[in-house]
């Protein structure tokens, strides 16, 4: 988490950080901390750069509370393809378990509707995923 610190300026470094809304609500903060100057963020790097006066706040007490900062849920939007991503999982599940019990009960054309349902869901899956597959 803390890269390095001196007195009067900790760097953050953590790969949440290169998500931008997240960088900035960790930004925003760490702004609004007691004794803070200025804050930079940079999410293409994945960092967080905290100015700060240690006659306000000790050093050891705003590492603790900028880790903090970086410990806590994002509570803004999700990407499209982690929506796509998280869709697609629960369809092939939900298609999944049916299509397996309408095999073993005998209902050919059932499992096979569903079967298909699965490889649509899978091939969702898969889409978001094409460019890391096929390196």
């Known amino acids: 988490m803390i890269a390095s610190a001196i007195p009067g300026r900790i760097r953050v470094r953590d790969g949440r950080l290169k998500q931008a809304g997240f960088a900035q609500q960790v930004a925003e903060a760490a702004q609004a901390l007691a004794g803070v100057s200025a804050v930079r963020s940079n999410p293409a790097a994945g960092s967080l750069v ?62 096979v509707l569903t079967g298909a349902g699965f490889l649509l869901f899978a091939g969702m899956h898969m889409a978001g995923y094409s460019e890391r597959l096929l390196k």
């Not at 000790?58 to 991503?85: F, K, T």
Request: proline share 5%; charged share 25%; with cysteine.
């Open 50 to 111: 905290v100015h700060y006066d240690t006659a306000v706040t000790a050093e050891e007490e705003m590492e603790e509370r900028v880790e903090a900062l970086c410990l806590a849920p994002y509570a803004g939007p999700r990407s499209l393809r982690a929506r796509v991503a998280q869709a697609s999982k629960i369809g092939m599940l939900a298609t999944l378990v049916p299509s397996l019990a309408f095999a073993v009960s005998g209902y050919k054309k059932l499992h």
